[in-house]
């Protein structure tokens, strides 16, 4: 059996942990909503969840080949197996962190920060694809900007709509809305959060030699999406606390209105093969929905803290994916 080999069943091996710890880490994304606001209780809140992740991920796979080819080129890049498997260790190792200390931050982030990171140890920065790479940014990070903009929106038009009803029979009403909306949202964060970890098996498979073409195999979309449907089963508690509760109190209305933005936004981009930070997402929304319900009611404090923690993840990302490449090629 040869090296290669052996690297890249390594490769899939963390990059299904990867899923896995996704799944559980992005979880409150989802659902926080929904849970803030008993429209569900926690564990059924959960099983839908795991349940439209994983259709969600079955559904697509033009992400999936943004990832592969738009970062970095796998067909020519060196040591393309050492450069993936630092990239994976990587991103793991900066999701655990911000999991135990319940920050909602970005795999989405992590995982392109850490792939440039260790494509440009190994090659230098000509080793980016800058024309993808860009459009990827890009995308990172004008998706909380939109989804801000157009929660804030969603829920100015709700208050026109409903402002002659009276709120305990609105929020009833919109407690079983929510029940669709956290599915439908549930589902869309499954299309892209998905599809990112098939583009590094994909990756995988072209660097070491067992595939000469983008698309992504059956087998590994299939993989990808029961892996994090049930890394999703297990929950991400901090973080749904964080979400839920402590960017602002939530009521019905408002969990529609955010869910509703989040998962249009997110569509959007899955439908434009672009990867965009679910977590980003769904917390500007409600950052947007919270500001045009109330703006004094919004935690800044906690915001404050998010953006920090997302403005720092990629570069973290990056070069600890640099650090733990030059380790790796000493021995491999």
């Known amino acids: 059996m040869n090296t290669a080999f052996i690297l890249t069943m390594l490769i899939i091996a963390f990059a299904l942990v990867f899923e896995f710890i996704n799944g559980f880490h992005d979880t409150a994304n989802a659902i926080a909503t929904s849970v803030s606001t008993k429209a569900l209780k926690p564990r059924l809140a959960i099983l839908l969840a795991a349940t439209m992740n994983f259709v969600g991920a079955m559904t697509f796979t033009g992400v999936a080949k943004t990832i592969t080819k738009d970062i970095a080129d796998p067909f020519t890049l060196r040591n393309g197996s050492i450069v993936l498997l630092a990239a994976l260790l990587a991103a793991i190792t900066w999701n655990l962190i911000t999991w135990y200390y319940g920050i909602p931050s970005s ?27 860009l459009k990827i940014i890009e995308a990172l990070v004008l998706s909380p900007i939109l989804a801000f903009a157009i929660g804030y929106l969603v829920y100015s038009l709700f208050k026109v709509l409903f402002k ?35 583009g590094i098996i994909t990756m995988a498979l072209i660097a070491g030699g067992l595939q000469t073409s983008a698309d992504v195999p059956f087998w590994v979309q299939l993989s990808c999406a029961a892996v994090m449907g049930l890394g999703t089963s297990v929950g991400g508690w901090k973080i749904i606390k964080t979400i839920s509760g402590q960017i602002m109190k939530l009521r019905p209305v408002n969990g529609v209105a955010a869910d509703l933005t989040s998962a249009l936004v997110i569509f959007g981009a899955t439908f434009a093969h672009l990867p965009v930070s679910t977590t980003h997402v769904i917390s500007s929304s409600i950052l947007g929905v919270g500001s045009a319900y109330r703006v004094k009611g919004v935690k800044w404090v906690t915001a404050q803290r998010m953006v920090i923690t997302w403005v720092i993840t990629l570069p973290i990302s990056a070069a600890l994916a640099a650090v733990l490449y030059g380790l790796l090629s000493l021995f491999l």
């Open 107 to 133: 795999s989405s982030h992590a995982l392109i920060g850490s792939i440039a990171g260790a494509a440009i140890a190994a090659e230098g920065f000509h080793a980016i694809q800058y024309g993808g790479f």
């Open 164 to 198: 002659n009803h009276k709120l305990a029979e609105t929020n009833r009403r919109f407690r079983i809305y929510q029940i669709f909306t956290a599915a439908l949202q549930a589902y869309t964060h499954g299309t892209n959060d998905g599809q990112k970890t098939m």
